[in-house]
């Protein structure tokens, strides 16, 4: 019976690969680009440097599956809380929060460590280049449906791509100290932009 | 004639620090905060050791003055192309594409490695945090000024922190690939946010 001799195999192998990025993402956060290299992260992860390296055959590799995962939870998590969302215009504000608040935390914080360290480093940009673009496309189109906005209408789009760059420079604000309180007044100030373009989409 | 005496070693002294400081901007930017020591910055400075340490006891010392340096530059250079600026509400384009292509360029990204480092450097970041601070607080006030917006009126504080909040953001964005295109589009639709807000401040 093939089927039942195989599965296993692949499960062990999603569960390597999966404590292989667990571990990268505390690694990341903890030491940096520099300090997060195959070896370092096999042996958090508990897994072999041939397995991990069949895996992930170079650093690049590594961090770009990170970058991908950590991307896709905090996409997950957001479609999850937006389930929770008012409908019409009320939604506004607490989009604006969730938006706002999407890059503070270690997990910006490492992919902050890996941007930094792309800059001057080509293999290492090479790799993010095409992942920076796709995993801005994701994160427009999960605001987009969270705002359940209309993007065929003027100046949606560059409102949209707006509210995510604030918020990646408040994730910047919020490296060194804590600035939730004056992100907190900015939420609600934005929420005014928002909702002439909330729900207009006919989706929410 | 103790003046004439003393005039000319405060000079010395001033030049020395300002190609330390210099030599410690462009070492920065190729090898980050690991690769930025006082010795191997007075060593592109062509200073000696000592001389550095005199001005810089410790690397801390050297990056802070490097930042408020960075910032006085930047400060001092957007105020000078103020003066160019058209009065009024056709202020707000000029003004949003100066404000919003701020941290795009070499400098930001100097500093935006010493901002990473400080996140998991305890020494970098009490440094740091109080320069932060400062340099928020003087690029708020230059804002102001460009706009020439009233902030006793509700919403104007936080429509002048989300530009420089947005402004950092598309620094970011800029840092593995050229943004200009998409940040041009940004600044047209950012004009008409500013609109309202500017010219009303009675100063231009």
Known sequence: ??????????????TTRRRLVGAAVDCLAELGWAGTTVGVVAERAGVSRG??????????????ATVEFLAGEQIAELRERAETLPRGKSRAEPVARMLLNLYTGPKFRAALHL??????????RR?????????GREAHR?????????????????????????????????????????????????AKTLEPIVGEGGRA
């Open 1 to 14: 019976m093939t089927p039942t001799v195989r599965e296993p195999r692949q499960e062990r192998s999603r």
């Open 51 to 64: 397995a991990a390296q069949h895996h992930f055959p170079t650093r690049e590799d590594l961090v770009v």
């Open 115 to 124: 941007w930094v360290a792309a800059s001057g480093d080509d293999a290492l």
């Open 127 to 135: 790799a993010l280049t095409p992942l920076e673009a796709k995993v």
């Open 142 to 190: 999960v605001a987009l449906d969270l705002l359940d906005a209309d993007e065929s209408r003027p100046g949606v789009r560059e409102t949209v791509q707006a509210t995510l760059d604030l918020a990646r420079g408040l994730g910047l604000a919020d490296l060194l100290s804590d600035d939730s309180k004056r992100r907190e007044r900015l939420v609600r100030q934005w």
